[in-house]
């Protein structure tokens, strides 16, 4: 089969496209005919550094999302499970191919009407948006800033605040990304590329209740600032690099709760379901930014690095 391969961590150029055997599914095993792949952001990082939830030895044919059909199953599995729509994380390595064998607990069926790339576009992001909402406790009288407000994440959580009600402060690193956000339910649009961001989201809403940071770094430090008394703050990512350096006890001291979910697998699962109804009710709209073949794999996450990239990125084989 077709695959993308890591043996050396470094640049978007350390993924090569090479053939890997074709996977069979052992007992209580199925095989995913895969047509498209979900990149994340962390395996970017990985594929740099190595760091990231995942561990896996080089080489190694990275990513853990894929969306496709079953294609074959193993000896002690319903035979009437082929042909299924579904979407299913890998366990951290071998998306990038074009079939993967996983247990047969693991795959979500895609509900009827949804097409399948949407399904994966949310597979990942649509359960952390939903996860981290419900979490945040979020109330229509509260003013939510949303950073990375342009991403794959950050675009749900955009309308899935909105769709609570409350007044959403997107933040985008750009003009063009800064445009997209009114669209999803920001009512205040702020580029944090320019000087004074933090000014100009005080001159709009005054402090804010809820920060779900996706940045990190300054950032998400500045973001942290705006917080007013009995604020809650949630981190989602680190497209600085690095993620906000802040203590409980210096939240404490402001009055801030940092909020970090630790959902256990099975909730995981719930949050999948969940988010794949909603985006088939057509209340949660997944934004595919970019597409590429499998063989450009490089140009994926190069595109990621460069942040020209909207929402989510997927890898079309089929």
């Not at 079953?70 to 994380?89: C, E, F, M, N, Q």
């Not at 404490?252 to 970090?260: D, F, P, Q, S």
């Amino acid at each position: 089969m077709r695959a993308v391969w890591l043996r050396e961590f470094g640049g978007p150029e350390m993924l090569v496209p090479g053939p890997a055997p074709d996977p069979v599914p052992g007992p209580g095993q199925v095989l995913i005919d895969v047509v498209h792949v979900n990149i994340t952001f962390v395996e970017t990082l990985f594929r740099a550094t190595g760091f990231g939830p995942f561990s896996a030895p080089l080489p190694v044919i990275p990513g853990n999302g894929v969306g496709g059909v079953i294609g074959a199953v193993g000896p002690d599995v319903d035979p009437g499970l082929v042909g299924r729509r579904v979407v299913t994380s890998t366990g951290g390595s071998g998306a990038y191919a074009e079939q993967v064998v996983v247990d047969v607990t693991a795959p979500v069926p895609v509900p009827d009407g949804l097409p399948l790339d949407e399904a994966v576009a949310v597979l990942a992001d649509g359960r952390t948006a939903l996860m981290l909402t419900e979490a945040a406790g979020l109330r229509a009288s509260d003013r939510v800033l949303v950073e990375a407000a342009a991403g794959g994440v950050g675009s749900l959580l955009v309308q899935l605040a909105a769709g609570a009600g409350t007044r959403v402060v997107g933040l985008a690193g750009g003009a063009r990304k800064v445009a997209l956000l009114p669209g999803w339910g920001a009512q205040v649009a702020v580029d944090y590329r320019e000087p004074g961001w933090t000014d100009r989201v005080r001159t709009a809403v005054g402090g804010v209740d809820v920060v779900f940071d996706g940045v990190g770094g300054t950032v998400g430090r500045a973001a942290f600032e705006l917080l007013d008394p009995g604020g809650r703050m949630l981190s989602f990512g680190l497209a600085s690099g690095e993620w906000v350096d802040i203590g409980e006890e210096t939240a404490a001291e402001r009055g801030v709760t940092l909020i970090r979910p630790t959902p256990t697998p099975q909730q995981l699962r719930a949050y999948t379901e969940r988010a794949l109804a909603e985006a088939a009710a057509g209340r949660l709209r997944a934004v595919i930014g970019q597409r590429f073949p499998l063989e450009r794999a490089a140009d994926a996450h190069a595109a990621i690095g460069s942040r020209a990239t909207v929402g989510k990125t997927l890898l079309d084989l089929r």
